[in-house]
């Protein structure tokens, strides 16, 4: 069973540009979580998504950012006319269940920089 | 809002010590509280759940522990060794971490040396 899948593990951007990260769960989790780790700080959550829902996007920038999680296909955090502080490493995360016994397994991560 | 405190910051110790990493947190009211541990440049690998009716939970040489209404967990490391070098996550479920997601402290980067 192959871990949360995310690419691409680097990437680099001009300001302006779009960023779009992948996120492929672990095989039978429908719960997926976005985080945020800036230099020398914690991981802020970003965005809780079921399949095809957007749960909570409370931690998610009004702006220029966006999330989705088709019903096929991977989870995908979209971010327009990136700026340097986008910089960050953004970490995804996958749950079978929800509440209590709702242990979340993280990918690698991708890493974002912004010229 | 939910904030996690973890202490202390940083820790360097001999290998063979035994280990405790502390970690508060503002909001009892949580489902759940994970330990996880990060290596440089890497994501996070979990190392225990505790869920909200349970005291603690143990995986080989570690133990962590969880006073609910007191807002606090310890992670109980025996005999460290230089392998268990790497930050330390402590983050509670539930309040403020978006419906069922975590809210993390800043960690606790471990060293043991050889």
């Known amino acids: 069973n192959a871990g949360v899948m995310q690419n691409p593990r680097h990437l680099v951007r001009r300001r302006g540009q779009e960023a779009r990260l992948r996120c492929s769960p672990m095989?039978?989790?429908?719960?997926v979580y976005w985080y945020r780790q800036l230099p020398e700080e914690g991981l802020k959550f970003m965005v809780y998504?079921?399949?095809?829902?957007?749960?909570?996007e409370s931690g998610m920038p009004k702006e220029r950012f966006s999330a989705e999680f088709p019903k096929e296909g991977p989870s995908i955090l979209r971010i327009q006319q990136v700026v340097r502080g986008d910089s960050a490493a953004y970490f995804c995360?996958?749950?079978?269940?929800?509440?209590?016994?709702?242990?979340?397994?993280f990918g690698e991560g991708s890493r974002l920089t912004v010229l | 809002k939910q904030e996690v405190t973890q202490i202390p910051a940083a820790l360097s110790v001999p290998e063979g010590e035994n280990l405790v990493l502390n970690c508060s947190f503002t909001?009892?009211?949580?489902?759940?509280l994970q330990w996880f541990r990060q290596d440089p440049g890497k994501g996070l690998t979990s190392l225990l759940l505790?869920?909200?009716?349970?005291r603690e939970q143990t995986s080989g040489r570690l133990n962590a522990s969880l006073d609910k209404s007191s807002g606090r967990s310890t992670l109980y490391i025996a005999a460290s060794q230089p392998g268990d070098s790497a930050t330390y996550l402590c983050?509670?479920?539930?309040?403020?971490?978006?419906?069922?997601?975590?809210?993390f402290g800043k960690g606790t980067h471990l060293i043991i040396q050889p």
């Open positions: 505790i869920q909200s009716s349970q």
């Open positions: 095989k039978g989790h429908s719960h």
């Open positions: 995360a996958s749950s079978p269940l929800a509440g209590e016994f709702g242990e979340l397994f």
């Open positions: 983050a509670p479920a539930g309040s403020g971490g978006g419906a069922d997601g975590l809210t």
């Open positions: 909001d009892s009211a949580i489902y759940n």
């Open positions: 998504l079921q399949k095809e829902n957007i749960i909570d």
